[in-house]
T-cell receptor
Framework: RKEVEQDPGPFNVPEGATVAFNCTYS??????FFWYRQDCRKEPKLLMS???SGNEDGRFTAQLNRASQYISLLIRDSKLSDSATYLC????????????FGSGTKLNVKP | DAGITQSPRHKVTETGTPVTLRCHQT?????MYWYRQDPGHGLRLIHY???????DKGEVSDGYSVSRSKTEDFLLTLESATSSQTSVYFC??????????FGDGTRLSIL
């Protein structure tokens, strides 16, 4: 079983839509969680950390559900420029300095 | 952008040859990581370093070695490259209790 799993998509949404992605992780002892954005043929870039109480950055909201072992990313009022692949990252359960990445969820925002 | 430079950016080489990729940082961060990214697999950790001369294996370390003789440089070596090591390689750096930040990547093709 993979440490971290994501729906690969693609999610095809119109501009202005709200879209949400989930990322499930296998080990309940994981402590740190992140969302990254990756454009085609580019490096992953940190979008936001995910905190236990949930956190928001503009149109983006991240949540952590420890009971069900998943993190989520909500994007409101989607823009064309949001089209990218979104990767989640989870710290290792026994070594918090190791990280496991999901394979990514592709988002296409259409005009 | 985080001060990370990967070199070379692109390389084509033949099976059986040794290859060394370099990651250089100007941030003085303690942790440095090497990942490979392949379609369908996402980012997979090869090796990481938690200080000068301190390294540990990741998920896919077979066929790779690393060295960190200075804080700013983390080298990844393929002793005898195989076609299965054709991939995009990303270096990441991280300060204590902070997220990772990635370099631009190295596209490696082994023919």
């Amino acid at each position: 079983r993979k440490e971290v799993e994501q729906d690969p998509g693609p999610f095809n949404v119109p501009e202005g839509a709200t879209v949400a992605f989930n990322c499930t992780y296998s080990n309940s002892a994981s402590q740190s969680f992140f969302w990254y954005r990756q454009d085609c043929r580019k490096e992953p870039k940190l979008l936001m950390s995910v905190y236990s109480s949930g956190n928001e950055d503009g149109r983006f909201t991240a949540q952590l559900n420890r009971a069900s072992q998943y993190i989520s990313l909500l994007i409101r009022d989607s823009k064309l420029s949001d089209s990218a692949t979104y990767l989640c990252a989870v710290s290792g359960p026994y070594n918090f300095n190791k990280f496991y990445f999901g394979s990514g969820t592709k988002l296409n925002v259409k005009p | 952008d985080a001060g990370i430079t990967q070199s070379p950016r692109h390389k084509v080489t033949e099976t059986g040859t040794p290859v060394t990729l370099r990651c250089h940082q100007t941030e003085n961060h303690r942790y440095m990581y090497w990942y490979r990214q392949d379609p369908g697999h996402g980012l997979r950790l090869i090796h990481y370093s938690y200080g000068v001369k301190d390294t540990d294996k990741g998920e896919v370390s077979d066929g790779y070695s690393v060295s960190r003789s200075k804080t700013e440089d983390f080298l990844l070596t393929l002793e005898s490259a195989t076609s299965s090591q054709t991939s995009v390689y990303f270096c990441a750096i991280r300060a204590d209790n902070q997220p990772q930040h990635f370099g631009d990547g190295t596209r490696l093709s082994i023919l």
